[in-house]
């Protein structure tokens, strides 16, 4: 399931961040590349073990725990914390898929990625390329979003970021460990939730079908969910 959810951050929250990630000290993103990704991973990022970055991500998380759409869609245990992106000059990341494990530096705490998740910071006007593209049953999507919008896609799909051929492609990443691993069920759940949601407008609280396939939701989740 590829999601894009807008504006999970408003134009001041997307402004107010840029502004600050202006004066930061970006580090080569090589350095926590994976043995085999790092020949593929060219772009400059700031990383959990910078405070500031950790502060910012912090925000970002608080977001995204008070988006329902994003609760819905991940039904997420853990997140990782976000880390930021710049690609310039060319700056690119060839096709991968994420690390199935990553434990999150100063903390006691391993994250099984089953979602990743691209929060965009730039206007698409803003860069030339630097499209993330992303391999799907249907093919490959590419994605370039507006600032402020976030999308998902499983952990195990083949993806890539084009390179960056003018202006500047900054973005927040993050990693989702969630309470279904398995990414149909977990959709399934969402469009299930997503149609609650839309049928339960205008009716009674009680309403006896509406209640039943709540029931019927939470009797899924409970098959399927690994906490
Ligand atoms: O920048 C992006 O949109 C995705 C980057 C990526 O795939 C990664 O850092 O693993
Ligand atoms: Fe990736």
């Given at each position: 399931m590829l999601l894009t959810i807008e504006g999970l951050l408003s134009t001041d929250e997307v402004a107010a961040l840029r502004d600050e990630l202006s004066g930061a000290a970006w580090k080569d993103g090589a350095e926590t590349a994976g043995t085999r990704s790092v020949s593929v991973k060219q772009n400059l990022q700031l990383g959990v073990t910078d405070p500031q970055a950790r502060e910012w991500g912090n925000g970002l998380l608080s977001k995204l725990g008070r988006n329902p759409t994003f609760i819905s869609a991940s039904l997420a245990e853990k997140i990782f914390p976000p880390v930021f992106n710049l690609y310039q000059d060319g700056g690119h990341y060839g096709c991968h898929v994420d690390s199935a494990l990553m434990r999150v530096p100063q903390a006691d705490i391993t994250i099984r990625s089953d979602i990743s998740a691209t929060i965009f910071l730039?206007?698409?006007?803003?860069?030339?390329g630097g499209e993330l593209v992303v391999e799907t049953e249907y093919g490959a999507q590419e994605v370039k979003l507006p600032a402020g919008d976030i999308v998902l896609y499983p952990s195990n799909s083949l993806h890539q970021v084009m390179p960056v051929t003018k202006g500047q492609r900054i973005c927040a990443i993050t990693w989702i460990q969630s309470a279904v691993a398995d990414t149909p069920a977990r959709s399934m759940l969402f469009d299930l939730d997503q149609s609650i949601q839309s049928l339960s407008?205008?009716?009674?609280?009680?309403d006896p079908d509406v209640d039943r396939l709540i029931h019927v939701y939470h009797n899924l989740l409970r098959r399927w969910a690994q906490v």
């Open positions: 730039s206007e698409p006007d803003e860069y030339e407008v205008g009716r009674d609280k009680q």
